[in-house]
């Protein structure tokens, strides 16, 4: 297992989602809110089956051509095809294109989301002690204003986006970028995120010390640490663990 010096550790990067934020109250509840505006109430069934296409919908894009995170126009292109394709299979027989987009359209307030409860403890822990943090994420251009929104723009020293620099990870140069505008050497960096492919290889393409997270106990084996709580973190960084 990959391990670092903890005394040389500046800067933490974060992946977003599954790491970082959920949606609020949950992503079943919100596509309900919209449906409704339309005059939809899909039954619980329904929604697992459509909710289910959307899963298998975002994996055959993602690994057949994840360019879409590249730019704002692609990533929300994508995000409105794979609400039509969950509406569709819900059975919904109406303008599933302008009910998919207005999906879409409403993740982007940050109501729509909340952060899991250890992030601001975390945040706060690692800004008292100096280290510089930022987001390095797949996401549309949305992100700085959804971390605005929620009010974790105060513990952040950058959020990148990959649609907003059209870089996507795990191409080195969006954590190059990171590392740039935190003025820090990858060696001096950590990367949390829940992606092997997207987190893992990308910070380590670069030099920084990846660590993986397990949010929902999927028992994932790596060669680098992997944790279930971000307060897991902390000690790894040398850091008192926090009361959970």
Same mark, same amino acid.
């Given at each position: 297992?990959?391990?670092?010096?903890?005394?040389?550790?500046?800067?933490?990067?974060?992946?977003?989602?599954?790491?970082?934020?959920?949606?609020?109250?949950?992503? @079943?509840?919100?596509?309900?809110?919209?449906?409704?505006?339309?005059?939809?109430?899909?039954?619980?069934? @329904?929604?697992?089956?459509?909710?289910?296409?959307?899963?298998?919908?975002?994996?055959?894009?993602?690994?057949?051509?994840?360019?879409?995170?590249?730019? @704002?126009?692609?990533?929300?292109?994508?995000?409105?095809?794979?609400?039509?394709?969950?509406?569709?299979?819900?059975?919904?027989?109406?303008?599933?294109?302008?009910?998919?987009?207005?999906?879409?359209? !409403?993740?982007?307030?940050?109501?729509?989301?909340?952060?899991?409860?250890?992030?601001?403890?975390?945040?706060?822990?690692?800004?008292?002690?100096?280290?510089?943090?930022?987001?390095?994420?797949?996401?549309?251009?949305?992100?700085?204003?959804?971390?605005?929104?929620?009010?974790?723009?105060?513990?952040?020293?950058?959020?990148?986006?990959?649609?907003?620099?059209?870089?996507?990870?795990?191409?080195?140069?969006?954590?190059?970028?990171?590392?740039?505008?935190?003025?820090?050497?990858?060696?001096?960096?950590? !990367?949390?995120?829940? !992606?092997?492919?997207?987190?893992?290889?990308?910070?380590?393409?670069?030099?920084?010390?990846?660590?993986?997270?397990?949010?929902?106990?999927?028992? !994932?084996?790596?060669?680098?640490?992997?944790?279930?709580?971000?307060?897991?973190?902390?000690?790894?960084?040398?850091?008192?663990?926090?009361?959970?």
């Amino acid at each position: 297992m990959e391990v670092f010096d903890k005394s040389s550790i500046d800067a933490v990067f974060f992946d977003v989602g599954n790491t970082l934020l959920k949606p609020y109250p949950s992503l @079943e509840a919100v596509c309900r809110e919209v449906m409704s505006r339309f005059g939809y109430d899909p039954s619980d069934d @329904e929604m697992r089956r459509g909710l289910t296409a959307a899963d298998r919908f975002y994996e055959y894009r993602y690994w057949s051509d994840d360019s879409f995170w590249a730019n @704002e126009t692609d990533a929300s292109e994508m995000w409105s095809e794979l609400y039509e394709t969950a509406l569709e299979e819900m059975g919904v027989d109406g303008d599933r294109k302008l009910i998919g987009r207005a999906i879409y359209d !409403h993740f982007g307030d940050g109501a729509r989301w909340r952060t899991y409860d250890d992030v601001v403890p975390v945040f706060q822990a690692l800004k008292a002690r100096g280290y510089r943090l930022a987001l390095v994420s797949n996401w549309d251009s949305r992100l700085a204003k959804l971390c605005f929104d929620m009010g974790l723009s105060r513990y952040l020293d950058s959020v990148l986006s990959s649609a907003s620099i059209g870089i996507i990870k795990p191409d080195p140069k969006i954590y190059q970028v990171a590392c740039e505008r935190l003025s820090v050497s990858p060696e001096r960096a950590v !990367h949390v995120g829940d !992606h092997y492919y997207a987190d893992v290889l990308g910070a380590r393409s670069v030099g920084i010390h990846p660590v993986m997270i397990d949010r929902f106990g999927f028992g !994932h084996t790596a060669d680098v640490p992997v944790i279930e709580s971000l307060y897991e973190l902390l000690p790894l960084l040398g850091l008192e663990r926090q009361a959970t």
